[in-house]
């Protein structure tokens, strides 16, 4: 009598039950994973938008420059005395500033 009742049970369960672990994980993921990163590609294009003339910048190669020319779609950035570089907009990742001074 008990496995008759558990399997009329088992029938009735609703389809949006078993959907509702998945839906809850996408969710979760989106603000802990997805959202986060937007928000931070949004602010480097921001700032990668508003570079000027003698900014501080850091580039994806992780070489340390001032930028000295700004146009359209690249910069030339000075790395040291009678050395510039020119590169694209999207290569240069942030600022200097933000680094905290190792102890």
């Given at each position: 009598m008990n496995n008759l009742l558990f399997v009329t049970l088992q029938q009735q369960a609703n389809p949006l039950a078993?959907?509702?672990p998945l839906v809850l994980i996408?969710?979760?993921f989106y603000f802990f994973?997805?959202?986060p990163q937007m928000k931070r590609q949004k602010e480097?294009?921001?700032f990668q938008e508003s570079l000027?003339?003698?900014d501080k910048v850091i580039i994806a190669g992780g070489i340390y420059g001032k930028v000295t020319e700004?146009?359209?779609e690249y910069v030339v950035v000075e790395i040291d005395e009678n050395a510039k570089v020119k590169v694209i907009k999207s290569?240069?990742?942030r600022d200097p500033s933000?680094?905290?001074p190792q102890k």
């Open positions: 078993t959907f509702l996408i969710v979760v994973m997805i959202r480097l294009r921001k000027a003339k003698g700004v146009k359209e290569a240069v990742v933000d680094i905290q």
